[in-house]
């Protein structure tokens, strides 16, 4: 067993360890037998059958009762069986996806349980990055590809204001999420998303516009367990068939966020970007193989279900699923997986498994694909652009044209504002054509000259003032 599998390992048994320190025995895992909440059927099984991710769930789910979301997945899919072929290296060009993460807390100090810090936070991306990057002296520098996308926090917020992209959202008044956190299959935790009844799921507490900014979700419990209930799931994510809808995002266990060496974001990430688990549509019960449709990741049952292998990373057991499997995994390197055994599917990070250090070439292709595709609206965000500052009194966006739109006012300006008519930023100097939605809301203004230039004012842009005089 490499350094790797080992720690992990070690990790693994202490948090079971603890679960039955705390709780005087290993809970079962979920989901629960019967018919659950939301109306899927699900079977209780034991630890090496459980669901660590909820991906599946929620995307069954939104095929059943979600005409729109499965039109939406039915013609991506058919294109990307056709993409997953299109294994070539790619240059070096990154693209950037802009996040937002939401640390859904229960009233912890910052810092403390549920809360974490913002340097938690970016920590954890890091890691993330490290995954998808796959950079060197990391837990991803596996032989996978480097996927060409990272995922980087915003720095402009959705009323174009300086961020962080960290959102630390009060819950503590929430008795349902306090008690039991997230309800994915069948508990008395708080639901993910219903749009019905006013606020009272998850993601209305708090969410991003979706078309700009990818929404992440961190909590403290699925089903009332994380990473100290013995078996437990981890988090889960929606297809890109889901972009820009008000459900759309992962939500993850801040425990799992927490570790370095675990990579449940990492996962939930390939999900949100159409990819699907390798071993999609096995039943371990069976002996019936799954197929993710990619060509360059072998059919195999999930890896959790078979005794000694989630743990055993170098283990040459036979994949009788696909005994002939043989291709290039990495077009950029060459490098080529063809042993007909289960290390030909182990290390992917969208199996079921410990020893995930790599994605392949098609999976690139895909992900890319999705982006470049249902998610291209991440491209354009004007998330990932810091807001200009004029001077030291005025913030603006929206730089087109040698125009500018201000949306932020600091006060130290004093209550009489006069709006420059242009302003110089770098070589160029701009005009001031417009003002943003609140962008001086709550200044404590008296007085107001707007310049001729301005031609559109947006909502609320002066309200909570004391305004007396305004001059156009």
Not at 30 to 45: A, Y
Not at 105 to 113: C, H, L, N, P
Request: proline residues 4%; charged residues 15%; negative net charge.
């Amino acid at each position: 067993m490499d350094s790797k599998s080992l720690y992990i390992t070690i990790l693994f048994l202490l948090s079971l360890i603890q679960s039955q320190a705390q709780n005087g025995q290993t809970l079962k895992p979920l989901p629960p037998s019967g018919n659950s909440e939301n109306g899927i059927s699900q079977s209780e099984s034991n630890l090496t059958n459980h669901e660590f991710c909820g991906a599946d769930f929620t995307h069954n789910l939104r095929m059943k009762n979600d005409v729109q979301y499965k039109a939406r997945h039915l013609k991506t899919n058919q294109a990307q069986k056709k993409m997953s072929e299109q294994k070539k290296a790619l240059a070096n060009g990154v693209m950037q996806i802009p996040v937002v993460v939401h640390i859904m807390y229960r009233g912890d100090a910052v810092g403390t349980g549920t809360n974490i810090s913002d340097a938690d936070v970016k920590r954890g991306i890091r890691y993330l990055n490290n995954y998808w990057r796959k950079v060197t002296g990391t837990w991803g520098a596996g032989a996978g590809v480097d996927m060409k996308m990272e995922f980087i926090l915003a720095v402009q917020d959705e009323n174009g204001n300086p961020t962080n992209g960290i959102d630390h959202v009060f819950m503590g008044g929430v008795a349902a999420y306090v008690s039991n956190g997230v309800n994915l299959y069948k508990s008395g935790g708080i639901k993910d998303y219903d749009p019905e009844g006013g606020v009272n799921s998850l993601k209305e507490y708090s969410i991003w516009d979706p078309t700009k900014y990818y929404n992440v979700w961190l909590v403290g419990e699925i089903d009332n367990r994380n990473c100290f209930s013995g078996s437990y799931t981890r988090g889960y994510a929606h297809s890109a068939s889901g972009h820009g809808q008000p459900y759309d995002g992962s939500v993850v266990l801040v425990c799992e966020f927490l570790e370095e060496a675990s990579n449940t974001l990492t996962h939930e990430m390939g999900h949100a970007f159409n990819l699907l688990h390798t071993f999609h549509g096995d039943n371990p019960n069976t002996n019936t193989c799954g197929d993710d449709g990619i060509s360059d990741t072998p059919k195999h049952i999930r890896t959790s279900s078979m005794p000694g292998l989630y743990f055993g990373c170098n283990m040459n057991r036979a994949n009788t699923c696909d005994l002939s499997f043989d291709e290039i995994i990495n077009p950029d390197t060459g490098f080529r997986r063809s042993t007909g055994t289960h290390k030909d599917h182990i290390h992917n990070y969208m199996d079921y498994i410990l020893c995930a250090s790599e994605f392949t070439g098609g999976q690139r292709t895909v992900a890319l694909a999705a982006l470049n595709g249902p998610r291209a609206s991440f491209l354009t965000s004007p998330a990932l652009t810091p807001p200009v500052e004029i001077g030291d009194t005025f913030i603006a966006d929206h730089i087109t044209s040698l125009e500018v739109t201000a949306i932020g006012y600091n006060t130290a300006g004093g209550p009489n504002v006069t709006i420059p008519q242009a302003v110089d930023h770098g070589p160029n100097t701009y005009t001031v054509t417009a003002i943003g939605n609140g962008a001086f809301k709550g200044n404590g203004l008296t007085s107001m000259t707007i310049p001729d230039g301005v031609t559109s004012i947006g909502g609320r842009a002066f309200a909570n003032n004391r305004l007396i005089s305004v001059m156009l």
